[in-house]
Nanobody
Framework: QVQLVESGGGLVQAGGSLRLSCAAS????????MGWFRQPPGKERAFVAR????????YYADSVKGRFTISRDNAKNTVYLQMNSLKPEDTAVYYC?????????????????WGQGTQVTVSS
């Protein structure tokens, strides 16, 4: 069983930056594909970014491409999401997730483990 704990959320002005962290425990972190999702107020949870087990492959939602960067440190069992040029529409609860399957996916129900989420609020 894998436990995921996000941190780093908060309130930031538009144009600012935040870095989210997700610490994993209870499993072999380097065997999991890791991802970030977000759920804006009143909307469904949606894919943001994912990273391969080695860190060599990344994939982003079009809405964050060029502004967000996902990375991981397997020695620290941690995945990060660097968010730059934040916009009010980035306001959401951000969730970290782990996927043990062999096929990369952006489908929420295909991901195996989830954190509790961290709130990001971007003011205009």
């Amino acid at each position: 069983q894998v436990q995921l704990v996000e941190s780093g959320g908060g309130l930031v002005q538009a144009g600012g930056s935040l870095r989210l962290s997700c610490a994993a425990s209870g499993g072999t972190f380097s065997r999991y594909r890791m991802g970030w999702f977000r759920q804006p107020p009143g909307k469904e949870r949606a894919f943001v970014a994912r990273i391969s087990w080695s860190g060599g492959g990344t994939y982003y939602a079009d809405s964050v491409k060029g502004r967000f960067t996902i990375s991981r440190d397997n020695a620290k069992n941690t995945v990060y999401l660097q968010m730059n040029s934040l916009k009010p529409e980035d306001t959401a609860v951000y969730y970290c997730a782990a996927d043990i399957s062999r096929v990369p996916t952006t489908i929420i129900h295909d991901w195996d483990y989830w954190g509790q989420g961290t709130q990001v609020t971007v003011s205009s």
